[in-house]
């Protein structure tokens, strides 16, 4: 059951107009980030150095000012409404803005980072989003070194290799590190062109499972949203690797039909969205990070780059 933060009784549920916009304030967007960050208002409140109470009544003054509902309760967290998601973009501008102006006249804030960052991410996520973002980092920090490992599958404490975490799924029901939503990103099945006009394209689910399938070794990949027993019941398995680019291959070679990242699929010139509708298998990003490193300079650049890159890059991810 979803619940609210306790903004007042006129704020519009989904609506974005903006009852007074001198009431806004730049400050009150620090809060939001905070508590979208940690996912809840007493770790906002540590991370801000305040109370609990403060953080709520700062959130309810700007969701009163933005005459919109912001935030809501699932799951132990708060999670952005949609016109959340859409604020929560300005709000890391602003917050961001506020840094540099702070680096601008403080040379102790200019200080040169010269460190290393170990990033882990699945395969096509890593290359595809992660691998621009570093990029980006290092024109304004030539001395960053940014060490990327893919196929990374599930978090734990007890793997000490990675600095930053970005994983496909929910963070563990129990866990010490500081997780955060980072995006979303939507899948569908595609083939080649070759494929289709050799064996048909599929306009139905039953017609999908008359054709071979490609997809991620059953058993290794445990996001429930790409399930493939859930999207297509007794799918005909042709080829499966723990690898996204040996499933591209493997369509490529008119080996079957696969499940892939919309995202990815964009970067393959001659693969096709098949004719069959599939209900959208949407996958939750997660970002986690030690929470001793949160505040090592190196780790919060890069941080920032990340949901930077996602936020340059949300309708090619949904």
């Given at each position: 059951?979803?619940?609210?933060?306790?903004?007042?009784?006129?704020?519009?549920?989904?609506?974005?107009?903006?009852?007074?916009?001198?009431?806004?304030?730049?400050?009150?967007?620090?809060?939001?980030?905070?508590?979208?960050?940690?996912?809840?208002?007493?770790?906002?409140?540590?991370?801000?150095?305040?109370?609990?109470?403060?953080?709520?009544?700062?959130?309810?003054?700007?969701?009163?000012?933005?005459?919109?509902?912001?935030?809501?309760?699932?799951?132990?967290?708060?999670?952005?409404?949609?016109?959340?998601?859409?604020?929560?973009?300005?709000?890391?501008?602003?917050?961001?803005?506020?840094?540099?102006?702070?680096?601008?006249?403080?040379?102790?804030?200019?200080?040169?980072?010269?460190?290393?960052?170990?990033?882990?991410?699945?395969?096509?996520?890593?290359?595809?989003?992660v691998t621009p973002a570093m990029a980006r980092v290092q024109l304004q920090h030539p001395r960053l070194r940014i060490e990327l490992a893919t196929g990374a599958r599930e978090l734990t404490l007890r793997d000490a290799a990675f600095d930053i975490a970005v994983?496909?799924?929910?963070?563990?029901?129990?866990?010490?590190?500081?997780?955060?939503?980072?995006?979303?990103?939507?899948?569908?099945?595609?083939?080649?062109?070759?494929?289709?006009?050799?064996?048909?394209?599929?306009?139905?689910?039953?017609?999908?499972?008359?054709?071979?399938?490609?997809?991620?070794?059953?058993?290794?990949?445990?996001?429930?949203?790409?399930?493939?027993?859930?999207?297509?019941?007794?799918?005909?398995?042709?080829?499966?690797?723990?690898?996204?680019?040996?499933?591209?291959?493997?369509?490529?070679?008119?080996?079957?039909?696969?499940?892939?990242?919309?995202?990815?699929?964009?970067?393959?010139?001659?693969?096709?969205?098949?004719?069959?509708?599939?209900?959208?298998?949407?996958?939750?990003?997660?970002?986690?990070?030690?929470?001793?490193?949160?505040?090592?300079?190196?780790?919060?650049?890069?941080?920032?780059?990340?949901?930077?890159?996602?936020?340059?890059?949300?309708?090619?991810?949904?």
């Open positions: 059951m979803h619940t609210r933060v306790g903004v007042s009784a006129h704020a519009g549920e989904g609506k974005a107009a903006v009852s007074d916009p001198q009431s806004v304030r730049a400050d009150d967007l620090r809060y939001l980030v905070a508590v979208v960050d940690t996912g809840r208002l007493t770790s906002a409140a540590k991370l801000l150095g305040v109370d609990h109470s403060t953080v709520s009544r700062r959130l309810q003054a700007l969701e009163q000012a933005l005459n919109t509902r912001l935030l809501i309760r699932s799951d132990e967290r708060w999670e952005l409404t949609g016109p959340g998601r859409t604020v929560m973009e300005h709000a890391r501008n602003v917050v961001r803005a506020v840094e540099l102006a702070a680096e601008a006249v403080d040379p102790m804030r200019q200080r040169t980072i010269d460190a290393t960052v170990r990033v882990t991410a699945a395969d096509g996520f890593g290359a595809l989003i994983t496909p799924g929910p963070p563990p029901p129990a866990t010490r590190l500081f997780t955060e939503r980072l995006c979303e990103y939507d899948n569908g099945f595609y083939a080649s062109a070759s494929y289709l006009a050799k064996h048909g394209n599929p306009d139905s689910i039953e017609e999908l499972t008359e054709h071979t399938i490609i997809s991620f070794v059953e058993g290794l990949e445990k996001i429930r949203e790409i399930d493939l027993s859930r999207l297509v019941p007794d799918a005909r398995v042709a080829f499966s690797s723990t690898n996204i680019f040996a499933q591209l291959q493997a369509i490529r070679q008119e080996m079957g039909i696969g499940l892939v990242a919309n995202f990815v699929a964009r970067t393959v010139p001659d693969l096709v969205p098949v004719a069959a509708y599939v209900p959208p298998a949407r996958v939750l990003v997660t970002l986690a990070v030690r929470r001793e490193a949160l505040k090592r300079p190196e780790i919060q650049v890069v941080r920032e780059a990340l949901h930077q890159e996602v936020q340059m890059r949300r309708g090619e991810l949904i």
